[in-house]
């Protein structure tokens, strides 16, 4: 029942910006906290942002503070990541994903979107 959908990926040049979207539906985000992952070819999945559900607390990677942005909707039940300033190791599939806040920041989350593909490249 709950499912995330991922969206706004795609090819940018370096030094662009992209704002990728997860809608959610069959749960709300006042009761569960969203992180977004990426994995790169021939690399491991990290975790590069999240947000929690109560109080709107933020965590961001190293690799991306100061230059990505998370933030959600509740009403609108989407949560989105604005990535300005985009560098060529930024390419990956980004994906969405929620449960707990524990979980999440374990990286061990129970439900996953199909992911988007965003390419950074001139």
């Known amino acids: 029942q709950v499912q995330l959908v991922e969206s706004g990926g795609g090819l940018v040049q370096p030094g662009g910006s992209l704002r990728l979207s997860c809608a959610a539906s069959?749960?709300?985000?006042?009761?569960?906290?969203i992180g977004w992952f990426r994995q790169a070819p021939g690399k491991e999945r990290e975790g590069v942002s999240c947000?929690?559900?109560?109080?709107?607390?933020?965590y961001y990677a190293d690799s991306v503070k100061g230059r990505f942005t998370i933030s959600k909707d509740n009403a609108k039940n989407t949560v989105y990541l604005q990535m300005n300033s985009l560098k060529p190791e930024d390419t990956a599939v980004y994906y969405c994903?929620?449960?707990?806040?524990?979980?999440?920041?374990?990286?061990?989350?129970?439900?996953w979107g199909p992911g988007t593909q965003v390419t950074v490249s001139s």
């Open positions: 994903a929620t449960d707990l806040i524990n979980a999440v920041v374990a990286g061990t989350p129970r439900y």
């Open positions: 947000i929690s559900s109560s109080d709107g607390s933020t």
């Open positions: 069959g749960f709300t985000l006042d009761n569960y906290a």
